[in-house]
């Protein structure tokens, strides 16, 4: 009989955990690896100028898939295409990604016509690097920063926690392991006495 109890994060068995604590090991310096990677991809956007613009709609593929969810529930998502022309790049063509309901592409409001090139517009940004145009955002840069360091906090936040756990779990492992072979020894010094006469 073991000297491991109850379940949960650092108690569980010798085997089990110590396969626990690489995995969540693992995972946590992938985390941080992705975390810092996004956080190099906000300070090279930090250069970037983003320049207020008017985007015009010139034509929208409209997509849906399904989510599943819990308890055998699913409901449909639908995303939006759209190819748009922006008011400082002339004739130049952009894809953006809008929001959609079952009805249709709704990115820049529901009360134009999207299958009509020019009849929707709305504000959209063209990002800079220098002289050079490198992408279109729905976002102002202010918005898109905060959101790429959300992204890159809760990244360490969910790594810091897997690194805990981990050492957590191998400590566990070592401790439960070391009582193991404690009791075994106890219980091979126990034996039958030797009889006398």
């Keep these: 009989m073991g000297f491991w109890s109850g379940t949960g994060c650092g108690r569980e068995p010798?085997?089990?955990?110590?396969?626990?604590?690489?995995?969540?090991?693992?995972?946590?310096?992938?985390?941080?690896?992705?975390?810092?990677?996004?956080?190099?991809?906000?300070?090279k956007h930090a250069d970037y100028d983003y320049k207020l613009a008017t985007c015009s709609v010139m034509s929208t593929t409209l997509s849906s898939y399904l989510d599943k969810q819990q308890a055998?529930?699913?409901?449909?998502?639908?995303?939006?295409?759209?190819?748009?022309?922006?008011?400082?790049?002339?004739?130049?063509?952009?894809?953006?990604?809008?929001?959609?309901?079952?009805?249709?592409?709704?990115?820049?409001?529901?009360?134009?016509?999207?299958?009509m090139p020019r009849n929707c517009r709305g504000d959209?940004?063209?990002?800079?690097?220098?002289?050079?145009?490198?992408?279109?955002?729905i976002m102002s840069k202010a918005a898109t920063?905060?959101?790429?360091?959300?992204?890159?906090?809760?990244?360490?936040?969910i790594a810091v926690i897997l690194f805990v756990c981990c050492c957590l779990t191998c400590c566990g492992a070592i401790v439960s392991g070391t009582l193991q072979i404690l009791e075994e020894r106890d219980g091979g010094d126990g034996g039958a006495a030797p009889s006398e006469g």
């Design 145 to 157: 920063e905060a959101l790429r360091t959300g992204i890159n906090i809760a990244f360490v936040v």
């Design 14 to 43: 010798p085997l089990i955990a110590g396969g626990l604590g690489t995995c969540c090991g693992a995972v946590a310096i992938c985390l941080l690896v992705v975390g810092n990677h996004v956080k190099d991809a906000n300070d």
């Design 124 to 137: 959209c940004w063209v990002v800079y690097d220098g002289d050079n145009i490198v992408d279109l955002s």
């Design 72 to 115: 055998g529930k699913s409901r449909t998502v639908y995303t939006c295409s759209l190819i748009v022309t922006t008011s400082l790049t002339g004739d130049r063509n952009f894809t953006l990604a809008g929001t959609a309901n079952k009805d249709g592409c709704i990115q820049f409001g529901s009360q134009c016509d999207y299958s």
